[in-house]
């Protein structure tokens, strides 16, 4: 437990520090040929995720897959896409260590998120805050072929607002080759490149995210499934596919609720009372974008809190939490002087998110930071 809080506190600091003099460097308008700061985050992180071990509930299965590559030469029992697959075998062609391999995928996925902050490294400094504190780092560590692909979407909302589709495009072909989630790029570019904001009434959002809480004690999306069963009988395709609700439940679990679900909804609640004056404060058509994503995510969170399976495909949305939770500390901090209950509420978050970091530790479910050495 000491050596996580060691190594994943050690690592925030650093990241936040850097972050924090890249902002001032951009502020005051210095500009270099090569930003060393960023690359020293970046690296930071790299670095402490090639180190890891047992970090992330898939990482055996990742950590196997690699082995059957370079040690075993079998690459047709990898099932994995052609790009991530490729990626592997040239490491495993160098005989790589499988730091190399865990090293690559975190520096892809941390090089895109502060990509798509490259204009506003203020949020930057908050974002490695909640990043490590917030439970995203975890769900980065396990998930990572559409870890990467999340964050190349991150990085990708750029040419939605530019309504750049053979930017957006490219992006969404280099992401399909890592996870086939990745076709939800398609959809999600044609509802939000309209400029609108979707989510105006306070009132309407806290009684959204309400009834979202109390569905999640029950298996909403498995009473719908109920009829998607009978209409598949009825097309006659039921002995090809099965029970759908019997696979789904394969994924079903009762999770504890603890602090790390209580705390978010606070979090979100905080966010939404919020959200009007950020999106007065914030650029306002980036913001939106954000901000539509995000409520997405921040119901369906909840809504699929119990399935591991339900979770994955909203997962480009409930990312954005992180991104969201970034922006209410800056705006928070950067107004702590004109109204004293800003400071108090930034206070109040940075504790929610050390006991949420605590929680995600102390659970030992392949959270406690081991170096590979040491296994």
């Known amino acids: 437990m000491l050596q996580s809080v060691i190594v994943y506190g ?129 769900t980065l560590m396990n998930e990572i072929r559409q870890g990467i692909v999340v964050c190349i979407f991150l990085f990708a909302t750029r040419f939605i607002l530019e309504r750049n589709l053979i930017k957006y495009l490219l992006c969404f072909l280099l992401s399909y080759t890592i996870h086939k989630s990745a076709l939800i790029f398609i959809p999600i570019y044609f509802i939000f490149r309209i400029d609108r904001d979707f989510f105006k009434s ?45 696979r789904m ?22 966010i939404i009372l919020y959200s009007r004056r950020m999106k007065s404060y914030f650029e306002p058509k ?21 399935n591991t399976l339900m979770q994955r495909p909203v997962r480009f949305f409930t990312f954005f939490q992180l991104i969201m939770t970034s922006y209410l500390f800056l705006y928070l901090w950067k107004n702590k002087q004109r109204n004293k209950y800003n400071f108090l509420t930034f206070i109040f978050l940075v504790m929610l998110h050390l006991v949420i970091f605590y929680a995600f530790v102390a659970s030992d479910h392949h959270t406690m930071y081991k170096f590979f050495w040491e296994k």
């Open 249 to 270: 439940a394969v994924f079903e679990h009762e999770y504890s609720k603890g602090a790390r679900y209580y705390f978010p909804v606070l979090i979100n609640i905080i």
């Open 10 to 138: 050690f690592l925030t600091i650093f990241m936040m520090i850097f972050s924090n003099i890249s902002a001032k460097f951009q502020e005051r308008n210095v500009k270099f040929l090569f930003q060393v700061e960023i690359f020293f985050l970046i690296m930071a992180f790299a670095i402490i995720c090639g180190l890891r071990y047992d970090v992330g509930v898939d990482y055996f299965s990742y950590l196997g897959s690699y082995d059957d590559i370079a040690k075993y030469n079998d690459s047709k029992s990898v099932k994995f896409e052609i790009g991530f697959k490729s990626m592997m075998q040239i490491l495993a062609a160098f005989e790589a260590h499988f730091f190399w391999f865990f090293f690559i995928t975190s520096l892809v996925q941390i090089y895109f998120i502060t990509k798509a902050f490259e204009t506003e490294k203020r949020v930057l400094s908050y974002l490695s805050f909640v990043l490590m504190t917030g439970g995203i780092y975890f």
């Open 202 to 246: 306070t009132k309407i959002q806290l009684i959204a995210l309400f009834m979202a809480v109390v569905l999640s004690s029950f298996n909403v999306w498995t009473y719908w499934l109920s009829y998607i069963e009978k209409i598949i009988v009825f097309a006659g395709y039921d002995n090809r596919y099965g029970s759908i609700a019997e």
């Open 286 to 306: 980036k913001f939106r974008l954000f901000y539509n994503i995000y409520f997405i995510g921040a119901l369906t969170t909840f809504l699929f809190y119990n």
